[in-house]
Each structure stands twice: as structure tokens, then as C-alpha cells.
């Protein structure tokens, strides 16, 4: 498809567990971005790349939660020893470089630990 | 500390009328600001983005204004539709970083 592409759209892990999350940007798209949505909030800024470096990850809230994007187009999320806190929609956008914030956003990753 | 406030949670509006979303932000060094509309069970769409140097951007029914000093912006849907019922999002960026609100539930009812 032409948009972008979240995988698995719906997680369910037990506590303690690894979760990785998969999102495929639109095409020629360098910049990758994270989110992570509660219910009743809005998007948090998890982390962004541009190209295949993180050019902020000041949102990832500790060392359990990692992203790499090695080629420069499709990006994990790794969660490890997921905690029942951890339990929201993740959304991945994408947007060509300079775009001033016009993002296209996946239909996300929904985690659930139990 | 939340640099983009969206401080009323929902909005009732019948059709016809306009919609006025409102926006607050804190951090002076925002560029762009953009609005973004989500359905449930998909992800947030694009909708209006004004640059920090304009005061107003217009798009067809939607009209984005900013108040650089007051460091608030708004959102204007005239005339309201009921497939304009959404959560809508507020969002501020600086080098390519976009902070979102916590969103604005809008209800257009026929």
C-alpha cells in the first residue's frame, strides 16, 4: 500500500515480556517518527529519525525502549521486561525532510500487558 | 511539562455553526503549528498548519489563526458538518520535533 504500515496492529504480551513493534514508512520518506497514545491523551513524542540516525530520542521514557531504523526505511520498536504502564496505541508517522511537521501517520500498534 | 495545552476536552456544536478549537503553547521556539484530525480506531490525518511568521492560514472551511504573543492558536470550521466530528489535535514543531496537545473532542450534531 501506498500509506504507512504498522505491524502487529494489535499486541498482547504478559509483564515482563519483549515486545517488538514494526512500522514501514511511505516511501522516500527520510523522516520516521514514534508516538505513544494513552486513552484520553494525545500522541507523546517518543522518539524521530532522520535517515537511519536517531536525531531525537528524548522521549523514550527509560532503557527499556529502543528504535533502530539500520536501512534507513523500516523501524523497530523494542520494549523489553514490558511493564502493564507500557499498555498503549504506539503510532508511527513518516514525512519527507522539512516537511514543518506534516506527518502521515499509521493506524498504530495497539500493546497490551497483562 | 506539557508544551502544547488544548484545555477544553470536548466541544458541542449543531450543523451549520462554527467550531472554534482552541490552543495554548508555551515554547516560544515553535516554527510551524498544525491541526490534525483523528477517527477512532485510525491514526491522526493532517488537516491546516500555519508558520509561526503568518497570523492566518485558510483552507476551504477550516481557518487556522495564531496569536504569537498570546501564544495561542485556533481553529475555525465554518460551517460545521457532522462528518466533522473527531478528536482534534493541536500540534507545535521545531526542527522537524512536533509536540502534540492532548486533543479536543468536537461533535457536530445534525
Known amino acids: 500500500g501506498a500509506g504507512v504500515s504498522q505491524t502487529p496492529s494489535n499486541k498482547v504480551t504478559e509483564k515482563g515480556k519483549y515486545v517488538e513493534l514494526r512500522c514501514d514508512p511511505i516511501?522516500?520518506?527520510?523522516?520516521l517518527y514514534w508516538y505513544r497514545q494513552s486513552l484520553g491523551q494525545g500522541p507523546e513524542f517518543l522518539i524521530y529519525?532522520?535517515?537511519?540516525?536517531?536525531?531525537?530520542d528524548s522521549g523514550l521514557p527509560n532503557d527499556r525502549f529502543f528504535a533502530v531504523r539500520p536501512e534507513g526505511s523500516v523501524s523497530t520498536l523494542k520494549i523489553q521486561r514490558t511493564e502493564r504502564g507500557d499498555s498503549a496505541v504506539y503510532l508511527c508517522?513518516?514525512?519527507?525532510?522539512?516537511?514543518?511537521?506534516?506527518?502521515?501517520f499509521g493506524e498504530g500498534s495497539r500493546l497490551t500487558v497483562l | 511539562d506539557q508544551q502544547v495545552k488544548q484545555n477544553s476536552p470536548s466541544l458541542s456544536v449543531q450543523e451549520g455553526r462554527i467550531s472554534i478549537l482552541n490552543c495554548d503553547y508555551t515554547?516560544?521556539?515553535?516554527?510551524?503549528f498544525l491541526w490534525y484530525k483523528k477517527y477512532p480506531a485510525e491514526g491522526p490525518t493532517f488537516l491546516i498548519s500555519?508558520?509561526?511568521?503568518?497570523d492566518k492560514n485558510e483552507d476551504g472551511r477550516f481557518t487556522v489563526f495564531l496569536n504569537k504573543s498570546a501564544k495561542h492558536l485556533s481553529l475555525h470550521i465554518v460551517p460545521s458538518q457532522p462528518g466533522d466530528s473527531a478528536v482534534y489535535f493541536c500540534?507545535?514543531?521545531?526542527?522537524?520535533?512536533?509536540?502534540f496537545g492532548p486533543g479536543t473532542s468536537l461533535s457536530v450534531i445534525p
Open positions: 516511501s522516500g520518506h527520510t523522516a
Open positions: 515554547n516560544s521556539m515553535f516554527d510551524y
Open positions: 500540534a507545535a514543531s521545531h526542527y522537524d520535533k512536533v509536540i
Open positions: 529519525f532522520q535517515g537511519t540516525g536517531a536525531a531525537d
Open positions: 508517522a513518516s514525512s519527507l525532510e522539512g516537511a514543518s511537521g506534516e506527518l502521515f
Open positions: 500555519i508558520s509561526s511568521i503568518k
